[in-house]
């Protein structure tokens, strides 16, 4: 007699534990924003180096030159290991406001990037999380 109400116990436990939310539905939420974030800063910073210097940075090294370093310690292995790639723009305007169709960088490695979306930054400051061929197909059509 026990034993069906042992399995009737399993199952409400099993059916309860399913419905919960994952406990690192946090952490991918965390690694998330900390994607934008840093994307945001090395966008800020690429505006910022255009506005102390009157020309737009044509390399990582450029940025060294901005607050970025101070407000993002790792923001060199970031940029030199292509966590965060810049596209280099030559013809932006000073306003971010009038690049908006424009992608200033984008996350390119870990799991985020791996699952068919990858975070960019566009002109504008704003991160969006855009289907990878999507993004392939910006960086192939500038490059012709």
Known sequence: MRWPIIILLGVAVAIALGVMPMPFSGISEVAHESVRLHLNLTGSSIYEYRARKGQWPSQN????????PTVS???????????????WHKALKPNP??????????????????QGQSWVLWGDLRTEYI???????????LKH
């Open 61 to 68: 090294d450029d940025l060294a030159l901005t607050s970025l």
């Open 97 to 114: 406001k009038d690049n908006a169709d424009e992608i200033l960088a984008y996350y390119n490695k870990g799991l985020i990037s791996e």
């Open 73 to 87: 310690p790792h923001w060199k292995y970031e940029l030199d290991e292509e966590l965060i790639v810049i596209v």
């Open 131 to 141: 289907k990878t061929e999507d993004l392939r197909a910006y960086l192939n059509k």
